[in-house]
C-alpha cells in the first residue's frame, strides 16, 4: 500500500511540475500580448493624431489662402 501511494505522489509531483510550467508558459504568452497590443493602440492613437493635426494645418493653409485670394482680387463696384 506504501508503494502504490508513493508512486501516486510522484505521479502527482510531476504533473504539478507539469502544470506549472504550462502556467508560466501562458504567462509569457499573455505578457507579450499585452505588450502588443499596447503598441497597436499606441500607434493607432500616433496615427489618428497626425491626421487631425494634418486636416487642421490644411483648413489653416486653405483659409490664409482663400484671404489671400480676396485681398488681390478686384473688386466690381
Known amino acids: 500500500m506504501d508503494s502504490l501511494t508513493q508512486k501516486q505522489i510522484l505521479d502527482w509531483k ?38 487631425k493635426k494634418n486636416e487642421s494645418s490644411d483648413q489653416q ?3 490664409t489662402e482663400l484671404t489671400l485670394q480676396s485681398r488681390k482680387a478686384p473688386s466690381k463696384k
Open 14 to 51: 510531476e504533473e504539478l511540475d507539469k502544470q506549472k510550467q504550462t502556467k508560466l508558459q501562458a504567462e509569457q504568452v499573455l505578457e507579450r500580448a499585452i505588450k502588443s497590443i499596447d503598441m497597436l493602440e499606441g500607434g493607432i492613437q500616433f496615427g489618428e493624431m497626425l491626421l
Open 61 to 63: 493653409s486653405n483659409t
